[in-house]
Each structure stands twice: as structure tokens, then as C-alpha cells.
């Protein structure tokens, strides 16, 4: 019907039902790191989704049980489990989309960046990976620091001579979510309506909420509930962090900001119209290389690189502020991949 046919369009909803009348194409999605805390959640949620015919379920260990588990589950997804570096190449081979949640998780008072020396390397030999198996794949990168390791994928993938940087995606979704829900909670209005675009990057100050463009508008809020707000979605990764004293970091609702983006990719691959998602991908919308920004999803990954819009006085100044944060941490992530 109709109404079905609206709300499989829309790219805020995972998707029970591909755009099209025919059957969905056949799209096959390999989670890197799959037995881990996102990987599992992520693991069931692509399950779930009838956009994917194909879950490869790759991990240095412990897939096999997951892909076990989640392969009894009476949806679509055929699903198989791929442990140990020899069988990574068949774990990606034929894949769409690739999500990569690989990767060591913060622990309380330490910072995204303070990842970068394990997670650098551990991104950069699974995009070698990638590079020879799929080079075709959208990308989705979930592993810390975001903004560091979307440039190491960008110079990897150079390197290889198969970069695209139409289908490099940094993963901001969970900042979107978490803005999302508190706007939601401080202006009294159904979450479920709620939009808040989130632009710059994936750590502390270089996540910029534009409250000022949230829908449903509101002037219920105050500067000092807009500065809290957009506080409150910076450190919403370290809340969680401190709230899991030492096991880790958010894992249950980035598995849904995960599954969310993927199957933005997935709709965009199949030719739906109007799939639009924040991500943090090449830009030229700043002087840096690298933003986060409203993305137009289509056939071929990136279709349209979205401005950002009118913004408030704070969030011109904010903007100005995290600039050379994200550019600093962009030019860790290139010096590494050139450097090793
Ligand atoms: P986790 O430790 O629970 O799981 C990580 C998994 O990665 C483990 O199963 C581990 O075996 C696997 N792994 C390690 N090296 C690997 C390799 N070379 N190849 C394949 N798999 C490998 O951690 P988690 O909580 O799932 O978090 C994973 C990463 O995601 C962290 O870097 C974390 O900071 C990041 N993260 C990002 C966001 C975001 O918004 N982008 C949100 C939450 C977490
Ligand atoms: C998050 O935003 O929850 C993740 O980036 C994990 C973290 O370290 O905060």
C-alpha cells in the first residue's frame, strides 16, 4: 500500500520493506568484529533486516558461536561466521556494504584518541583487507577515533589505487540518536518526530549539534538549555563510559545507530529516492578534508555532500572552535597510514 511504500522511504526507519515493488536485489553486508559488544547487537539487527541477503560475520575469534546463534533466526540474511585472519578475504568477498566495529573500546578517563595506537593498525590491515576482496564496498567505520580512522581508510584505499571517496562513510549516527532523544526529552516533543542534524566529527567538541535547525521547531528552549543540550550529546559517549565503569563503552545503542546507517546504504544502493543521513565522509563544505554533514545516500554511495545550512551565532562560533581539533586529528590519522 501507499502508506507502507512512505514509511520504507523514509531513511529514519529501519527498513521492513524495500522501495521498489519487486523483490529487493541480493546485497550481502560483513561486520568486522562481530563477536564484539557492537558487533553481537549489530549482528542481530542486520539479521533483521530484509534489505540483506547475505551476513558475513568476520572476527579474530568467536564468530562461529555468534553466527551459530543469530542463523536460526527465521528472516532472509543467510549467515556465516569467518574467524581468523585466513578467512577474512572470503568473509568480504562480494560484499556491499562492510562495517567495521573492530577494535579496542574506552575505558573511564580516557579519550577517543587515546585508542589510536591500537585501533590504527588493526583499521588499517582490515582496509588492506578490504582493498583486495571488495574494493567496491561501501564502508561504514565505527572504530575510534572516527576522526582519525576515516583518514587512515581514505589513505590505505589511495595507496591500494582504489579509494572512492563516495563510499567511505564515518559513523556519526549515534550522535544524531543521542541528539535526537535529549531534544526530544528537554522540548517535551515525541521523539519519534524529532530531527537534529549533527556536522563536524566524532569526538568531544567536534560534535556539533544544529539544534538551531531541530524539527519540531520549538522556543521552549532557552540558550543555556541549547548549550546544555549540546553539551550533553558531546560527552553522551563518555556518560556511557562512566556509567559502564570500566567495561567499556556504548555498544546497544551504537548497534542501532549502526544498523540505521547500513541500511541508509543499503536503500541507497537499491535506488531509493531521498535517503539522507549524517556522516562524516571527504567534504569541501569546510576548508577540512574530512566533515561530518547531511549526506544524500544513492547507488553509488555518496550522491550529494549537503551544506550546512543557516547557523546560530553559537553554532558559527562552536564550528570555529573544533576546527582545528578535527583537522589535527584528520592529519594523525594520514601521517600514520603513510608512515607504516
Ligand atoms: P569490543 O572490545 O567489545 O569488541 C571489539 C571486537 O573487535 C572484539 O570482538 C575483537 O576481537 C575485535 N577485533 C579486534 N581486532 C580485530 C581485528 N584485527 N579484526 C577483526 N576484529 C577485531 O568493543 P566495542 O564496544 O564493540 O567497540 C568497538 C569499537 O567501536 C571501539 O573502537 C569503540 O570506541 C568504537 N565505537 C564507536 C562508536 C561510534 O559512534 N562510531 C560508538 C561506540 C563504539
Ligand atoms: C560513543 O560515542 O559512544 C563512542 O564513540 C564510544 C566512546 O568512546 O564514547
Same mark, same amino acid.
Given at each position: 500500500?501507499?502508506?507502507?511504500?512512505?514509511?520504507?522511504?523514509?531513511?529514519?526507519?529501519?527498513?521492513?520493506?524495500?522501495?521498489?515493488?519487486?523483490?529487493?536485489?541480493?546485497?550481502?553486508?560483513?561486520?568486522?568484529?562481530?563477536?564484539?559488544?557492537?558487533?553481537?547487537?549489530?549482528?542481530?539487527?542486520?539479521?533483521?533486516?530484509?534489505?540483506?541477503?547475505?551476513?558475513?560475520?568476520?572476527?579474530?575469534?568467536?564468530?562461529? %558461536?555468534? $553466527?551459530?546463534?543469530?542463523?536460526?533466526?527465521?528472516?532472509?540474511?543467510? /549467515?556465516? #561466521?569467518? *574467524? !581468523?585472519?585466513?578467512? @577474512?578475504?572470503?568473509?568480504?568477498?562480494?560484499?556491499?556494504?562492510?562495517?567495521?566495529?573492530?577494535?579496542?573500546?574506552?575505558?573511564?578517563?580516557?579519550?577517543?584518541?587515546?585508542?589510536?595506537?591500537?585501533?590504527?593498525?588493526?583499521?588499517?590491515?582490515?582496509?588492506?583487507?578490504?582493498?583486495?576482496?571488495?574494493?567496491?564496498?561501501?564502508?561504514?567505520?565505527?572504530?575510534?577515533?572516527?576522526?582519525?580512522?576515516?583518514?587512515?581508510?581514505?589513505?590505505?584505499?589511495?595507496?591500494?589505487?582504489?579509494?572512492?571517496?563516495?563510499?567511505?562513510?564515518?559513523?556519526?549516527?549515534?550522535?544524531?540518536?543521542?541528539?535526537?532523544?535529549?531534544?526530544? %526529552?528537554? $522540548?517535551?516533543?515525541?521523539?519519534?518526530?524529532?530531527?537534529?542534524?549533527? /556536522?563536524? #566529527?566524532? *569526538? !568531544?567538541?567536534?560534535? @556539533?549539534?544544529?539544534?538551531?535547525?531541530?524539527?519540531?521547531?520549538?522556543?521552549?528552549?532557552?540558550?543555556?538549555?541549547?548549550?546544555?543540550?549540546?553539551?550533553?550529546?558531546?560527552?553522551?559517549?563518555?556518560?556511557?563510559?562512566?556509567?559502564?565503569?570500566?567495561?567499556?563503552?556504548?555498544?546497544?545503542?551504537?548497534?542501532?545507530?549502526?544498523?540505521?546507517?547500513?541500511?541508509?546504504?543499503?536503500?541507497?544502493?537499491?535506488?531509493?529516492?531521498?535517503?539522507?543521513?549524517?556522516?562524516?565522509?571527504?567534504?569541501?563544505?569546510?576548508?577540512?578534508?574530512?566533515?561530518?554533514?547531511?549526506?544524500?545516500?544513492?547507488?553509488?554511495?555518496?550522491?550529494?555532500?549537503?551544506?550546512?545550512?543557516?547557523?546560530?551565532?553559537?553554532?558559527?562560533?562552536?564550528?570555529?572552535?573544533?576546527?582545528?581539533?578535527?583537522?589535527?586529528?584528520?592529519?594523525?590519522?594520514?601521517?600514520?597510514?603513510?608512515?607504516?
Amino acid at each position: 500500500s501507499t502508506v507502507r511504500r512512505g514509511a520504507a522511504a523514509s531513511s529514519s526507519h529501519l527498513s521492513r520493506r524495500p522501495f521498489s515493488s519487486g523483490p529487493a536485489p541480493d546485497r550481502k553486508v560483513a561486520i568486522l568484529g562481530a563477536a564484539g559488544g557492537i558487533g553481537q547487537p549489530l549482528a542481530l539487527l542486520m539479521k533483521l533486516n530484509p534489505l540483506v541477503s547475505s551476513l558475513a560475520l568476520y572476527d579474530i575469534a568467536g564468530t562461529p %558461536g555468534v $553466527a551459530a546463534d543469530v542463523s536460526h533466526i527465521n528472516t532472509r540474511a543467510q /549467515v556465516v #561466521g569467518y *574467524a !581468523g585472519e585466513e578467512q @577474512l578475504g572470503k568473509a568480504l568477498e562480494g560484499s556491499d556494504v562492510v562495517i567495521i566495529p573492530a577494535g579496542v573500546p574506552r575505558k573511564p578517563g580516557m579519550t577517543r584518541d587515546d585508542l589510536f595506537n591500537i585501533n590504527a593498525g588493526i583499521v588499517k590491515s582490515l582496509c588492506t583487507a578490504i582493498s583486495k576482496y571488495c574494493p567496491n564496498a561501501l564502508v561504514n567505520m565505527i572504530s575510534n577515533p572516527v576522526n582519525s580512522t576515516v583518514p587512515i581508510a581514505s589513505e590505505v584505499f589511495r595507496k591500494a589505487g582504489t579509494y572512492d571517496e563516495k563510499k567511505l562513510f564515518g559513523v556519526t549516527t549515534l550522535d544524531v540518536v543521542r541528539a535526537k532523544t535529549f531534544y526530544a %526529552g528537554k $522540548a517535551k516533543v515525541p521523539v519519534a518526530d524529532v530531527n537534529v542534524p549533527v /556536522v563536524g #566529527g566524532h *569526538a !568531544g567538541i567536534t560534535i @556539533l549539534p544544529l539544534f538551531s535547525q531541530a524539527t519540531p521547531a520549538t522556543n521552549a528552549l532557552s540558550d543555556e538549555d541549547i548549550k546544555g543540550l549540546t553539551k550533553r550529546t558531546q560527552d553522551g559517549g563518555t556518560e556511557v563510559v562512566e556509567a559502564k565503569a570500566g567495561k567499556g563503552s556504548a555498544t546497544l545503542s551504537m548497534a542501532y545507530a549502526g544498523a540505521l546507517f547500513a541500511d541508509a546504504c543499503l536503500k541507497g544502493l537499491n535506488g531509493d529516492p531521498d535517503v539522507v543521513e549524517c556522516s562524516f565522509v571527504q567534504s569541501s563544505i569546510t576548508e577540512l578534508p574530512f566533515f561530518a554533514s547531511k549526506v544524500r545516500l544513492g547507488k553509488n554511495g555518496v550522491e550529494e555532500v549537503l551544506g550546512l545550512g543557516s547557523l546560530s551565532e553559537y553554532e558559527k562560533e562552536s564550528l570555529e572552535i573544533l576546527k582545528p581539533e578535527l583537522k589535527s586529528s584528520i592529519e594523525k590519522g594520514i601521517k600514520f597510514a603513510k608512515e607504516n
